[in-house]
């Protein structure tokens, strides 16, 4: 248990980590991809600037992209009693504002996690290869453990079903 967990009280039910490989193959590929573009923008540039330009626009935006996920992946995200936050205590989703968990083979979500559905619209935030909050959805995963995943959704299923019968 953390010092935040005794000193709010509140036990963590699961987490959500980054695994080291696939974080680092993650940011590498991004960052990878943005130093190709950049160079190949620079030098052999296309006949035409607007060409060049898109180039190298698109290769800042992914060097950007990679130290985005660079930093996200450092966090983990926590299921506890009052819902899901990551470790730096920002709140993700309450659970009393969770309406369904989705992680079926055909839904719309991060590779290796699940989706939930929440019964009113939050703001949007985005941390790259973690979770993403997108109106009334929430993704959690990318480049986390499958296991790790499965594990919160079940959790968060069986949550959602005790409090549908009271």
């Known amino acids: 248990m953390r010092e935040n967990d005794m000193a709010d009280g509140e036990t963590v039910l699961a987490t959500v980590r980054a695994s080291a490989m696939r974080r680092g193959l993650g940011v590498t590929m991004l960052a990878v991809l943005g130093l190709l573009l950049v160079y190949t923008g620079i030098a052999r540039p296309p006949a035409q600037f607007a060409w060049q330009a898109f180039l190298i626009v698109m290769g800042i935006i992914a060097l950007w992209g990679a130290e985005r996920m660079r930093r996200a ?4 995200v926590e299921l506890t009693e009052a819902g899901l936050r990551t470790s730096d205590g920002e709140e993700i989703a309450a659970m009393d504002n969770i309406a369904s968990v989705d992680r079926g083979a055909f839904a719309f979500k991060p590779s290796n ?5 929440l019964k009113r619209r939050a703001p949007g935030r985005w941390q790259p290869g973690l979770w993403w909050r997108m109106g009334p959805r929430v993704g959690i995963g990318g480049v986390t453990p499958g296991a790790q995943g499965k594990v919160m959704a079940d959790i968060i299923a069986a949550k959602l079903a005790e409090r549908d019968a009271r």
């Open 73 to 76: 992946t450092r966090a983990t």
């Open 113 to 117: 996690g699940f989706i939930l559905r």
